[in-house]
C-alpha cells in the first residue's frame, strides 16, 4: 500500500499541491485526471521519489503494515531514443527476437495498437503513438 500523508509541494511562493492524503491499496491501479499545470506530474514525481515534497511524507506498506522501501516505475511525458530507432528494435534488444511474435508479444502489440507503427522510427510518432509505444515497453 502507499499512503500519502499530507503532502504539500511549494515552487518558490507558488503551491503546486497542498495537504494531499491518498491511500493507494496494493495491486491497484490509480488515474490522476486534472488540467494542465495542476500537479499531476508532480504528484506522480513524489510518489515514485523522484521529487520531494516541501511537507508531508510517502509511506510504503506491505500487507501487515510494515514499512518497506520500493522502486516504483515511472514513464514520464518523455521518452528519448536516437534517431532511427523503432519499437520493434528496443522490444527485441529488451526481451528477444521470439518475444514479438509469442502470444503475450502479439496480445500487448494489439491492445496498445502498434501493428501499424512497430516498424516506423520512434522519433517519427506523434506524442499518443509514443505513449502507447512507452506504456508496451513496460511489459
Known amino acids: ?3 500519502l500523508e499530507n503532502i504539500s509541494k511549494n515552487y518558490g511562493k507558488n503551491q503546486v499541491l497542498k495537504n494531499i492524503n491518498l491511500e493507494i491499496p ?3 491501479s490509480l488515474a490522476i485526471l486534472g488540467a494542465n499545470g495542476s500537479g499531476k506530474t508532480t504528484l506522480v514525481e513524489i510518489i515514485s521519489q523522484v521529487l520531494k515534497p516541501t511537507s508531508g511524507k510517502v509511506l510504503f506498506l506491505d500487507d501487515v503494515g510494515k514499512k518497506v522501501s ?3 516505475g515511472v514513464q514520464f ?3 528519448y531514443w536516437p534517431v532511427g530507432t523503432r519499437i520493434i528494435d528496443l522490444k527485441q534488444f529488451y526481451k528477444n527476437k ?3 511474435k509469442s502470444e503475450e508479444g502479439k496480445g500487448l502489440i494489439d491492445v ?3 501493428n501499424d507503427i512497430l516498424k516506423k522510427e520512434i522519433s517519427l510518432l506523434s506524442g499518443g503513438q509514443r505513449q502507447r509505444f512507452n ?3 513496460q511489459f
Open 98 to 100: 521470439k518475444y514479438i
Open 112 to 114: 496498445f495498437e502498434l
Open 70 to 72: 520500493r522502486k516504483i
Open 1 to 3: 500500500m502507499i499512503i
Open 77 to 79: 511525458q518523455e521518452g
Open 26 to 28: 496494493a495491486s491497484q
Open 135 to 137: 506504456c508496451f515497453y
